[in-house]
């Protein structure tokens, strides 16, 4: 089977088009294959040669699958279709039939052409030798050509190629009209192979599973597929080894390359009883893990779908790209039509040869498979470097959003402080002592997972009996209540205490959350918790700001001592402090409404409990997405570390990335309109058409490796 998995809405199926070429095609089969009734959305992935189908109605599923593949054996029969498991590893370039096939029959009717052009013979001979030299180069383009006609495909590279080399001949153009397919030919064949080496590029880019697995049994240790290991096996990783799957260490200690997931060469140093990830590196010791998920859970399976499936989130430029592409080809045959005929009936003395032959020079400019391989290829590209630095991208969209950033907002906790919160101090009132005053929060917070309640846990000297607890009760954004031996106990903030208006000597710190502990609505004390502003932090938004980030602005629950300590070290704009999650994504709202038509807004938190916020950004930032289901799910882009400057990295890479695309459309639509002026005009040759189709698209595919390779 391929690889089939429930949608939000529909049966999503993946499956490889290997041998897939052509842009211009893939672009044809990804639109008709979404007119088709049973098809909720079809995405192409010419890049990586995958199509993904959602379908409405899981019954009539192998019914859309048998018309889908119709569609791309009708526009390209050689593609094989493949469920999406299928997937090997490539072939060298080299070795590749087709490509040798193809610079063969190049070689061989070069000879003929060379022939053709120097030999001393009579002119039907030196006829017959371009012909010959011709359909040797060219025999595929015409029988691809005739194909495409039969089925009523018109505005196809092929058929273009065809009625512009065959019009040459029709004027007696014979040099040129075999010198034209030679050069198509020879352009298309460089075009396939820089394709081809861009996608083992993003392919290499990607290769951080591991291979093999060594699975711990009752007779000693063998080397399976990681597939085959289930979750409570024990796998033993060895030195230089790369860990398949997620588990945890039973024994041993090692440090860990980690790389692969946060873009961070410090190794990690990890023990008996740590968790370990799938797409690690073991530098030094041998460990014994327990697998805590199987392959298709494990984190590296997760990133890498994410990276592959991110291109089905086009961007704006990408989308509009592909729409004009529609309209480019059909615009240019009819203007090379009207070029043919009108001025030789309007004008005096104009010759219908030498306008038919500026014609074909359109008709050979007329394919915009430049385009429709280097945008989405610049992109992916994008998307791959970003994830080389730990920043995963969830679509082309967002990372064309970024440039558009004017304003970003950074929750407190976990985002721009550690989120490691330790008690500082306890105060007490009221005739109880301090350790009273922290079992009792800790009781009250017993099943509360923020990280709050886990340091008052931490820091407890009991073991809590949750059967101790009864009418357990959260208070949205001002704390928790519980009755504890009968007796009613609230801990929270600030809020909690006014709303209940109690007056009290209330403790209150600069530079430490307070959570104040009431029992029968009497204040006894308060806890101090301390957390530590993040090292990079102040530089992380000097970079933002001089990235043009116009307003960086924090929204935390905490109180407003804190924020502006933080707000004041940081250099952040303003600050809007003590507000409920739901406030929070009031005050985005606000400041969302108060954007350019063009700005964008990023919201920048830990993704434990910003999701409704993180949604309503125009990009949503998740941090410390390592190891954590929770933020990869929330956010449209994830930092893979706990780092704030790696949302600076991830704006540096959207502007690599636009800058590289805009330089592939003016390129492209820039050589094609100055070749097709002076072609109107007879200062164009069809060879200088040649080098503005498919010569610029070589030219535009190797710009867009530039990001791949491109270095941290």
């Known amino acids: 089977m391929a690889n089939t998995y429930k949608a939000v809405a529909g049966l999503k199926k993946e499956f490889l088009l290997q041998g897939l070429g052509c842009a211009n095609c893939a672009s044809k089969m990804e639109h008709r294959i ?47 279709v493949k469920e999406a498991e299928e997937e090997k590893d490539s072939e060298s370039i080299m070795d590749n039939a087709e490509i040798k096939r193809k610079g063969l029959r190049i070689t061989v009717g070069s000879f003929f052409f060379i022939a053709a052009l120097i ?22 383009v015409l029988k ?45 064949l460089l075009q396939n192979i820089a394709v081809d080496r861009s996608r083992r590029s993003i392919k290499d880019l990607m290769d951080i599973k591991a291979e093999y697995a060594n699975l711990k049994t009752e007779t000693g240790v063998k080397e399976v597929d990681p597939a085959e290991v289930n979750i409570g096996d024990r796998i033993i990783i060895k030195p230089g080894e790369r860990v398949p799957l997620d588990g945890k260490v039973i024994s041993g200690e090692a440090q860990m390359d980690t790389s692969a997931l946060t ?74 039509l009207a070029l043919a005929t009108l001025p030789p009936l309007l004008l ?34 994008g998307i791959g470097a970003a994830s080389k630095r730990g920043i995963l991208v969830k679509g082309g969209n967002y ?64 073991d809590i009996n949750a059967e101790d607890i009864e009418g357990y009760e959260e208070l949205s954004g001002q704390g928790i209540k519980a009755k504890i031996a009968g007796e009613e106990v609230l801990v929270g903030n600030e809020k909690l205490l006014s709303k ?28 101090l918790i ?29 109180n407003k001592i804190v924020a502006e300590r933080i707000v004041d070290k940081l250099g952040l704009d303003s600050y809007q402090a003590e507000l409920l999650p739901n406030e929070k994504v009031k005050k985005t709202e606000r400041l969302l409404a108060q954007s350019s038509n063009d700005g964008k807004l990023a919201f920048v938190g830990d993704g434990i409990n910003d999701a409704p916020v993180l949604a309503r950004a125009d990009v949503g930032v998740a941090m410390g997405g390592l190891g954590s289901d929770a933020a990869i799910e929330a956010a449209d882009i994830v930092l893979m570390t706990d780092e704030p400057a790696k949302l600076g990295e991830a704006l540096e890479v959207a502007s690599d990335t636009k800058r590289i695309v805009w330089q592939n459309i003016i390129l492209t639509l820039g050589i094609k309109g100055i070749v097709m002026a002076l072609g109107a005009v007879g200062m164009a040759t069809m060879w200088e058409a040649v080098f503005a189709d498919v010569g610029v698209a070589l030219l535009a595919v190797l710009n867009s490796l530039r990001i791949i390779k491109s270095k941290k």
Not at 511 to 519: C, Q, S
Not at 530 to 558: F, P, R, W, Y
């Open 530 to 558: 301390a957390d530590q502003i993040k090292s990079d932090a102040k530089e992380a938004i000097a970079e933002l700001k001089e990235l043009g980030i116009k307003e960086v602005v924090m929204l935390t629950g905490d």
């Open 500 to 527: 209940l208006a109690l007056e009290s000597n209330r403790y209150k710190s600069e530079d430490k959350t307070v959570v104040n502990v009431v029992v029968e609505e009497d204040y006894i004390g308060s806890i």
């Open 263 to 336: 873009g961070e060469s410090a190794p990690r140093k990890v023990e008996s009883g740590e968790d370990i990830l799938s797409g690690f590196i073991n530098k030094t010791g041998v460990l014994t893990v327990e697998v805590k998920k199987e392959l298709q859970e494990s984190m590296i399976t997760r990133i890498l779908d994410l990276v592959e499936n991110a291109s089905a989130k086009k961007a704006p430029t990408e989308k509009f790209i592909t729409k004009f592409a529609r309209y480019y080809t059909p615009a240019v045959v009819f203007v090379a």
């Open 119 to 140: 030999a001393p013979v009579s002119f039907n001979f030196k006829l017959v030798l371009f012909i010959t030299a011709y359909l040797t180069i060219g025999g595929g």
């Open 399 to 462: 990372l064309e959003a970024l440039n558009n950033l004017d304003r970003v907002i950074f929750d407190k906790t976990g985002t721009l402080t550690e989120g490691n919160f330790e008690v500082d101090e306890v105060i007490a009132a009221k005739g109880y002592t301090k350790q009273e005053v922290l079992d009792l929060a800790a009781k009250v917070e017993v099943h509360s997972n923020h990280p709050i309640a886990q340091s008052i846990l931490a820091a407890s000297s009991k």
């Open 348 to 381: 005096t003395d104009a010759l219908f040869a030498d306008w038919i032959y500026r014609a074909l020079v359109f008709l050979v400019i007329s394919c915009p498979c430049a385009l429709l391989i280097s945008i989405p290829l610049g992109f992916f590209g």
């Open 144 to 188: 691809r050509a005739v194909r495409n006609i039969s089925k009523g495909q018109f505005f196809d590279e092929n058929f273009l190629m065809a009625l512009a080399t065959t019009g040459a001949f029709a004027i007696q153009e014979f040099p040129e009209a075999v010198s034209v397919m030679l050069f198509y030919q020879l352009g298309e």
């Open 34 to 80: 979404n007119e088709l009734d049973n098809v909720k959305t079809a995405e192409l992935n010419f890049t990586v040669q995958k199509l993904i189908i959602t379908v409405e109605d899981e019954s009539e599923l192998d019914e859309t699958i048998e018309a889908a593949e119709e569609i791309i054996h009708d526009l390209e029969p050689e593609v094989e």
